[in-house]
Nanobody, 116 residues
Framework: QVQLVESGGGLVQPGGSLRLSCAAS????????MSWYRQAPGKERELVAS???????NYADSVKGRFAISRDNAKNTVYLQMNSLKPEDTAVYYC??????????WGQGTQVTVSS
């Protein structure tokens, strides 16, 4: 079955960096569009970054220039490099896969806390 496992979250000081990873299994990774979402306490889940199968990226305005999404199809893994982190980036970050038939799958999430 489809499985998405995020890792790399944690506590970081403002201005610091983290790299999230999402290991995928159970499906043909290379033909799925991959995305990262986040959900802060009391807020709705929001799109952070997406990466199509052809390499087209899309970012939320709040993270443009600071975050970068990438994928390694040989490792069935998608990454989110997060630089210049701010306290408002604190959230649970979720990996998501979208099939060509527009079915969406989710990981369990990883906590990112930006605090001094």
């Amino acid at each position: 079955q489809v499985q998405l496992v995020e890792s790399g979250g944690g506590l970081v000081q403002p201005g610091g960096s983290l790299r999230l990873s999402c290991a995928a299994s159970g499906f043909r990774f290379s033909i799925y569009a991959m995305s990262w979402y986040r959900q802060a306490p009391g807020k709705e889940r929001e799109l952070v970054a997406s990466l199509s199968t052809t390499g087209v990226t899309n970012y939320a305005d709040s993270v443009k220039g600071r975050f970068a999404i990438s994928r390694d199809n040989a490792k069935n893994t998608v990454y989110l490099q997060m630089n210049s982190l701010k306290p408002e980036d604190t959230a649970v970050y979720y990996c998501s896969a979208r099939s060509p038939a527009q079915l969406r799958f989710w990981g369990q999430g990883t906590q990112v806390t930006v605090s001094s």
